[in-house]
Structure formats: structure tokens, C-alpha cells
């Protein structure tokens, strides 16, 4: 029985001390820091518009996006964390067109993968915005930045943090997924949400549906279905979109339903997912995977598709077991009468 008044250094401790010590202790060490970063970005989040650190930056990061103030301040504030925990060899940032190296991290020490704030559009109309993180061993290598690479399969954790009305970090290490709230008078992450799991089944979607004329016949086809009223069956569907991952995800998680982010699939010779598959797509499916759901990229599993750019894009559909199965069955289907 989990025992609910556990800070996360305590439960993360108490992991990394049964499993292989090595490693282990690296991923509890970068884990602890990322939770002690996410209370400096909550506190800042709370507070830019009256420091003025609302608005762009000015410029766009490697993938295109313009670029927010708290953008660059949370990966700064992420870097400072992750460099003082000595257990990370390399961050690969949104921020970042290259891994930040750390030879300081040690032998054991692991790869992380992050977006430091992420739905950052959210910023200046005060919205849920969060930080996603997957970490993967870092062998040893020098540079390390490249152990990044590889399928979502090789992540031994990955987490978020949802920056709403509570500060919520959820994480897994591959032994069920945890969930805790932010307590902001002892400044310390309590276990709220032991063992979350997915319903198997929901009854929410979360699309951005301004952009369906780019979808695919299956994705238009399966969104169709989820809008047509069947009382046996629980539909319609409600539709359910922040603009940020992580509150949709998280929604996803504890409710059931599934989240998407498809392909633009204007050309069908050259499909443009938007979402990056190392600190967005992957890290989300791991956790998907890890309470009982299931994450595709329409066609296979997210967690079986190797990336071979660290800023490279997928496509997700994300949630319960039942929902994504159908979803995917629908893109099946439609797949199979093209080729016809
Ligand atoms: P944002 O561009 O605001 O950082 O990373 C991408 C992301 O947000 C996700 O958090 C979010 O789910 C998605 O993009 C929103 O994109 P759209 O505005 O295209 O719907």
C-alpha cells in the first residue's frame, strides 16, 4: 500500500535503493532534480507578468516556434538543476539545437531528454503549461548527447509536470506511474496519485480540429465516428483541448479518452507530424504504456519508432487501451482502401 505522505525524495530514495545501484541512482538523482527545478519554474510562472517575463524573446528555437522569455529562462533553470544533481552526462532541450554536455554527470550518469516549458502559447493567457523529461542511460559515452538517439523503447524514466491550479509531477522509472502534488508551504512533491491507470475505455477526445482538413482519411474518419451519436456505444464523445500536452495528457490519464496530435498529412508523400517525438511524443508514451494504456503513431508503436534526430517529429495518439486500438483500427482500414 503506497503511503500517501511520501515527499518524492523519500519514494524516489527508497526505489533507486532495491533496484541496481548504479544506474538507479542516477535516474532517482536527475529525477529529484528536475522536481527541485519545477518548484523554481512553478514559483516564476506564478509571478512573471508582475517581473515582466511574459512575451517573446524574440527569435524561434531550432524547430521553428517563437521563442518566450520563460521559455528560455526554464531551460537555463533546468540546465543549473540538472548540472548540480552530477548524475546527468547530457541534455537534449527544445531549447537547444545541440545536447548540453556534462562530463561532470559520471559513468552511470544518464541522458535527459526535456521541454523545460512546454504548451508555452498557454504563457501569456495565464494557461496550464507543464515540462515533459525521459531519461536514458548514458553508457558511459562521450559526447553522450547521441545516446538520446534510438527507439523510445531504451527510456528508463520519463515524467511531466503539470503547472495548473496545483503543480503536479507524474513520473515512471518502468514500475507504474506516480503522481504528486506540490506542497507549496513545505515545498516538497507528496505522493497524491500512487499507481495511476488509465481507463480502459473514455469519453473524451482531445484533437486540435482546426486542423482536420490536413488529417488523413482515417484520422477524419475515426474524429466522425467519436462526434456520432450512439447511446449503446457512449457516444458522442466530449471534446476536451488546452494547447498544452501536458494538461491533455494528464487529463487523458486519469479520466480515459485519447489525446492526439496526427500528421499533417496535406502532401501524403511527405507527412508533417508537429509534436517532437525525444521530450514530447516518447516520454508520454512510456507513461501511457506504464499505467495501461496504449500510444501509437497511427500505424505502430510510438515506443518501437527509433529516432534518429534529436529534434526529430511524431505523430501520437495517446490514452486508453480501447480508444487508441480503435483509433488505429481506423487508420488500418482507410490505409487498406487507398492501397486497393
Ligand atoms: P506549444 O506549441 O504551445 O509549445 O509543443 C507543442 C505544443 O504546444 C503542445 O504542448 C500542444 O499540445 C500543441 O503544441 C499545441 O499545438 P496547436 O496549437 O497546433 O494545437
Request: charge should be neutral.
Amino acid at each position: 500500500m503506497a503511503d500517501r505522505s511520501m515527499t518524492l525524495d523519500e519514494h524516489l530514495r527508497s526505489r533507486s535503493a532495491a533496484a541496481l545501484p548504479g544506474l538507479a541512482r542516477s535516474v532517482a538523482g536527475v529525477l529529484i532534480a528536475i522536481g527541485r527545478s519545477a518548484i523554481r519554474i512553478q514559483a516564476e510562472l506564478a509571478h512573471a507578468a508582475l517581473r515582466g517575463r511574459l512575451g517573446a524573446a524574440g527569435g524561434q528555437n531550432v524547430t521553428g516556434d517563437t521563442v518566450k522569455k520563460l521559455d528560455v529562462w526554464g531551460h537555463e533553470t533546468v540546465v543549473d538543476a540538472l548540472r548540480d544533481s552530477g548524475a546527468c552526462r547530457a541534455l537534449v532541450s527544445e531549447e537547444s539545437a545541440e545536447p548540453v554536455e556534462m562530463p561532470a554527470g559520471g559513468a552511470e550518469g544518464v541522458v535527459i531528454c526535456c521541454d523545460p516549458v512546454d504548451g508555452s502559447s498557454n504563457l501569456d493567457v495565464g494557461g496550464s503549461v507543464g515540462t515533459i523529461f525521459a531519461l536514458r542511460p548514458g553508457r558511459g559515452q562521450k559526447p553522450a548527447g547521441p545516446m538520446a538517439l534510438g527507439p523510445g523503447s531504451d527510456q528508463v524514466a520519463a515524467g511531466y509536470v503539470l503547472y495548473g491550479p496545483s503543480t503536479i509531477l507524474v513520473y515512471t522509472m518502468g514500475e507504474g506511474v506516480q503522481g504528486f502534488t506540490l506542497d507549496r508551504d513545505r515545498g516538497e512533491f507528496v505522493l497524491t496519485h500512487p499507481e495511476i491507470r488509465v481507463p480502459k475505455r473514455g469519453k473524451v477526445y482531445g484533437v486540435n480540429e482546426g486542423n482536420a482538413s490536413t488529417w488523413d482519411p482515417g484520422q477524419r474518419a475515426y474524429v466522425e465516428h467519436l462526434r456520432t451519436p450512439d447511446k449503446a456505444s457512449g457516444r458522442p464523445y466530449s471534446l476536451r483541448y488546452s494547447g498544452a500536452m501536458v494538461a491533455d495528457v494528464h487529463r487523458t490519464l486519469l479520466d480515459g479518452g485519447i489525446f492526439m496530435y496526427p500528421s499533417d498529412m496535406t502532401d501524403p508523400g511527405r507527412p508533417k507530424p508537429k509534436l517532437r517525438l525525444l521530450y514530447e511524443v516518447a516520454p508520454m508514451a512510456m507513461i501511457a504504456e506504464q499505467a495501461g494504456g496504449r500510444a501509437s503513431t497511427g500505424t505502430g508503436r510510438v515506443l518501437d519508432l527509433a529516432a534518429t534526430e534529436f529534434h526529430q517529429r511524431a505523430p501520437i495518439l495517446v490514452g486508453s487501451p480501447d480508444d487508441v486500438a480503435l483509433a488505429e483500427e481506423f487508420h488500418r482500414r482507410h490505409a487498406a482502401r487507398q492501397g486497393a
